[in-house]
């Protein structure tokens, strides 16, 4: 039996905190019931001390997920866990998430604090954290530019306070896929009750490298990704969802682990998120954007004609699409010409088409697509000349 990656949703936390992407009550619960069908292992629905909204979103979020276990953001103070506890208390499977930085940069310059204190707070805020839930994970944030030896003995402390999930965060999106690999392998190495807890990884996008990151760490043994539907959170993003499911999926020769999520849902999680928060993504975004199982070359579409695999290397229908789409333009050939004509529901002669062909090859150096509408003109004008 393969291993299975959990999947951690961040979309309604970390993916909200991206300029333009904020969603009322009403819309989280949405979303967060689209993440439910999705079959997402973890929902984290929010911060919950950040606001009173944050709070009530959390709470209903907590109230009407069953299927998932749904968390809480929180910092390493008594309040502020107290207060995830207390909007998480009606979930299903109530999640504790609190996080302390560990660089050096972070501890010096925002935490002020020493070595030695962020230490002892981690520690203690395991503890405090464990007495109001029983599931409670720890981020070290900027975990990826960590002296390795003292994230070592942070995440050990922890784990024997009972934290049972450590993310190692690439806050900064700075990490390389190398990189990434060996921090992680250097965890399961060094932290000696590492076996304990399940190691998360949470990679943001600043370089691109945010998917090929967590791959890398998936490979590596991560147990656990946490990432937002359509890429978005702060700066350039999160990682990816549906790039690293389907990576996992469509590479399992590759990667050999599988997740709980129902990859058919995918494209509805995506839409779902866009009409929410207005932000659409780009044509050529992979898995979902507008292109990703769009053809127009002559070359391509003849070739998927007779063999879908020539230049799909997953199906539409495994993302939840109905098919994938035969775009006219001016690079198209007659093969999809004709196929187009016959799902219009009309033939002609050879030399019919072919005059008609010609015709539409102007009409596609002067038009960036061509429409159904397009072609049934063409084909009005050539009935009335025959
Ligand atoms: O990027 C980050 O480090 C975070 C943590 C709070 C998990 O979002
Ligand atoms: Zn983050």
Same mark, same amino acid.
């Given at each position: 039996m393969s291993r299975i990656v959990k999947i951690f949703d961040t979309t309604l936390r970390d993916g909200e905190?991206?300029?333009?992407c904020s969603m009322n009550l009403k819309e989280k619960l949405e979303m967060a019931k689209q993440l439910e069908r999705l079959r997402i292992?973890?929902?984290? /629905? *929010?911060? /919950?001390?950040?606001?009173p909204g944050d709070f009530e979103s959390v709470q209903l979020v907590a109230n009407e997920i069953r299927n998932a276990t749904v968390a809480s953001l929180a910092r390493s103070t008594e309040k502020d866990i107290s207060t995830a506890y207390e909007a998480l208390k009606g979930a299903a499977n109530p999640r504790i998430h609190y996080f302390l930085a560990t660089s050096d940069i972070h501890m010096q310059y925002?935490?002020?604090?020493?070595p030695e204190t962020v230490i002892e707070k981690a520690i203690a805020m395991a503890k405090f954290a464990r007495n109001l839930c029983g599931e409670v994970e720890f981020s070290a944030e900027d975990a990826s530019r960590t002296r390795p030896e003292f994230l070592y003995r942070v995440l050990e402390g922890v784990i024997n306070e009972g934290v049972t999930i450590v993310n190692v965060p690439d806050t900064v999106g700075y990490t390389t896929p190398g990189e990434y690999f060996k921090f992680i392998e250097g965890i399961k190495n060094n932290v000696?009750?590492?076996?304990k807890a399940t190691i998360s990884v949470h990679v943001h996008d600043d370089l691109g490298l945010g998917v090929a990151n967590s791959l890398a760490a998936i490979q590596a043994g991560a147990g656990q990704v946490e990432c937002t539907v359509n890429g978005?959170?702060?700066?350039? *993003?999160?990682?990816?969802l549906e790039e690293i499911v389907m990576a996992l999926k469509t590479r399992y020769d590759v990667y050999q682990v599988d997740t709980n999520?129902?990859?058919?849902?995918i494209y509805r999680s995506s839409r779902l998120l866009s009409k929410l928060t207005g932000v659409r993504v780009q044509p050529?975004?992979?898995?979902? *954007?507008?292109? /990703?199982?769009a053809h127009e070359s002559g070359i391509h579409q003849h070739g998927m004609m007779a063999n879908k695999e020539t230049y799909e290397i997953m199906t539409p229908e495994s993302i939840g699409l109905k098919e994938n789409k035969m775009v006219l333009g001016k690079h198209s050939g007659k093969h999809a010409f004709v196929d187009k004509l016959t799902s219009l529901g009309y033939t002609f002669a050879a030399e019919e088409v072919l005059d008609l062909f010609n015709q539409f090859k102007v009409l596609a150096d002067k038009k960036k697509v061509i429409s159904d509408k397009d072609i049934l003109a063409l084909v009005e004008q050539k009935q009335l000349a025959i």
């Amino acid at each position: 039996m393969s291993r299975i990656v959990k999947i951690f949703d961040t979309t309604l936390r970390d993916g909200e905190q991206s300029p333009g992407c904020s969603m009322n009550l009403k819309e989280k619960l949405e979303m967060a019931k689209q993440l439910e069908r999705l079959r997402i292992d973890v929902i984290e /629905a *929010g911060f /919950a001390i950040a606001s009173p909204g944050d709070f009530e979103s959390v709470q209903l979020v907590a109230n009407e997920i069953r299927n998932a276990t749904v968390a809480s953001l929180a910092r390493s103070t008594e309040k502020d866990i107290s207060t995830a506890y207390e909007a998480l208390k009606g979930a299903a499977n109530p999640r504790i998430h609190y996080f302390l930085a560990t660089s050096d940069i972070h501890m010096q310059y925002k935490l002020q604090m020493s070595p030695e204190t962020v230490i002892e707070k981690a520690i203690a805020m395991a503890k405090f954290a464990r007495n109001l839930c029983g599931e409670v994970e720890f981020s070290a944030e900027d975990a990826s530019r960590t002296r390795p030896e003292f994230l070592y003995r942070v995440l050990e402390g922890v784990i024997n306070e009972g934290v049972t999930i450590v993310n190692v965060p690439d806050t900064v999106g700075y990490t390389t896929p190398g990189e990434y690999f060996k921090f992680i392998e250097g965890i399961k190495n060094n932290v000696p009750n590492i076996d304990k807890a399940t190691i998360s990884v949470h990679v943001h996008d600043d370089l691109g490298l945010g998917v090929a990151n967590s791959l890398a760490a998936i490979q590596a043994g991560a147990g656990q990704v946490e990432c937002t539907v359509n890429g978005i959170g702060e700066r350039a *993003g999160n990682a990816a969802l549906e790039e690293i499911v389907m990576a996992l999926k469509t590479r399992y020769d590759v990667y050999q682990v599988d997740t709980n999520i129902d990859t058919t849902q995918i494209y509805r999680s995506s839409r779902l998120l866009s009409k929410l928060t207005g932000v659409r993504v780009q044509p050529n975004k992979a898995i979902v *954007g507008e292109n /990703a199982f769009a053809h127009e070359s002559g070359i391509h579409q003849h070739g998927m004609m007779a063999n879908k695999e020539t230049y799909e290397i997953m199906t539409p229908e495994s993302i939840g699409l109905k098919e994938n789409k035969m775009v006219l333009g001016k690079h198209s050939g007659k093969h999809a010409f004709v196929d187009k004509l016959t799902s219009l529901g009309y033939t002609f002669a050879a030399e019919e088409v072919l005059d008609l062909f010609n015709q539409f090859k102007v009409l596609a150096d002067k038009k960036k697509v061509i429409s159904d509408k397009d072609i049934l003109a063409l084909v009005e004008q050539k009935q009335l000349a025959i």
